[in-house]
């Protein structure tokens, strides 16, 4: 069966307020029966605050509506995120007085506030699901959409995968993709050559290792895959494997599924904005420009087609490369232009492939536009002509 994935589009026909976005992502609740759903239930709103200077999170405008339906629906709402995003958040707009509920920190203001749930993975024996998310009776996942340099794209998956857990687990979710050996010491015994592995990525991705002489160090959130530095390293000295970016995105998806275990069924919905959407994640601080065009707002109690429907319905735009940072390289054309960004081995429909796997949602769904933009017909120019 077809998974409902609901869909505002962020273009108008009229320049009309009913017309915009947070009176789609309204239709969208409807459409999702939320206000029929959470009566006294404690639903945890997550959401991701940014950090520092960032002003392109979900703007206070529409998480006011979401806490409004769950007033409306007799449910007791709070906005919840990482400690070290709400502490600032009031800076960027988001307090109880402009959303109309408090926010707090998802595991307490020192990250004390937890749950461990053992499940092996890699280099993780157990996960630490925040207090505040497991505490919930309801949650509504509430995305931006954005790119990200470890996995390509953030959306729904990344909000919760990496959003509901303490700063130890994000920290060994990361981890991760060290955990297969990717730099075999004794093939490269010469320090030359290691600095000239080193100088060869335009990018400064890999790196000697500040603690073990001798040995390299990746940063995978740099690396695009562009394997200039496999041109300078002996054979068999380094890898630039899928193995390993990969691990971050079934960690993720593994996350995602520790926090479903927390909830009983039918008692998460999933929203995502697809605007301002910028190269990188909301975490490091700032807003650059935007790299895909707007798309719209998304809403569906299914994480796994919402997150494929937003990357299908993005990956038909183009991608605005005069506004991308100098820094960054597009190196391949193939796929979601988030893709072509941070590199072949960080597709971001990975994520949603592990999800699917997991259980967690269905791979096939069908987009209702919750308000079809119309398309208005002029009368072609001089039908009445000019004098
Ligand atoms: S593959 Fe490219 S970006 Fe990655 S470490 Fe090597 S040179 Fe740097």
């Not at 904005?273 to 650059?288: E, I, K, Q």
Request: proline share 6%.
């Amino acid at each position: 069966m077809l998974s409902p994935v609901y869909f505002g589009s962020a273009r108008q026909a009229r320049l009309e307020a009913k017309e915009s976005l947070p009176a789609k992502l309204d239709l969208i609740l409807d459409r999702l029966h939320l206000r029929d759903r959470v009566k006294d239930e404690t639903v945890a709103i997550k959401m991701h605050t940014g950090n520092n200077l960032g002003y392109s999170t979900v703007h206070p405008v529409f998480v006011r509506k979401v806490v409004q339906a769950v007033k409306d629906g007799g449910g007791k709402p709070y906005v919840t995120d990482v400690n070290w995003d709400a502490r600032g958040a009031e800076e960027r707009g988001y307090s109880s007085e402009t959303l109309g509920c408090p926010v707090f920190p998802t595991a307490g203001p020192d990250e004390k506030y937890f749950y461990a749930h053992a499940r092996p993975f890699k280099n993780i024996q157990e996960w630490k699901i925040a207090g505040l998310i497991q505490d919930a009776t309801f949650m509504i996942n509430f995305a931006h959409v954005k790119g990200h340099p470890t996995c390509g794209f953030g959306a729904a998956f990344k909000n919760l995968a990496l959003g509901c857990m303490v700063g130890e687990t994000r920290g060994a979710m990361h981890d991760t993709m060290h955990f297969d050996r990717y730099w075999f010491a004794e093939r490269c015994p010469d320090a030359d050559t290691r600095q000239r592995i080193a100088t060869s990525c335009p990018h400064a991705a890999i790196v000697e290792d500040r603690h073990q002489s001798g040995e390299m160090h990746l940063h995978f959130e740099q690396c695009n895959q562009c394997e200039r530095c496999l041109q300078v390293a002996p054979p068999g000295s380094l890898k630039i494997d899928p193995v390993n970016f990969y691990a971050f995105q079934e960690a993720c998806a593994i996350s995602v599924e520790q926090v479903f275990s927390t909830f009983a069924p039918g008692k998460i919905t999933h929203l995502s904005l697809a605007t301002h959407m910028t190269p990188v994640c909301d975490c490091f601080g700032f807003t650059s420009m935007p790299i895909l065009p707007d798309a719209g707002v998304f809403g569906s109690d299914d994480i796994v087609v919402i997150d494929r429907a937003v990357l299908d319905v993005t990956g038909r735009s183009r991608l605005i490369e005069e506004n991308l940072p100098t820094s960054l390289e597009v190196h391949t054309r193939e796929g979601h232009p988030f893709r072509w960004l941070h590199g072949p081995y960080k597709d971001p429909y990975l994520v949603t492939e592990y999800g699917a796997q997991l259980g967690l949602g269905s791979c096939e769904y069908e987009l209702i536009d919750v308000l079809p933009v119309e398309q208005i017909e002029h009368a072609p120019i001089g039908y009445i002509p000019a004098r």
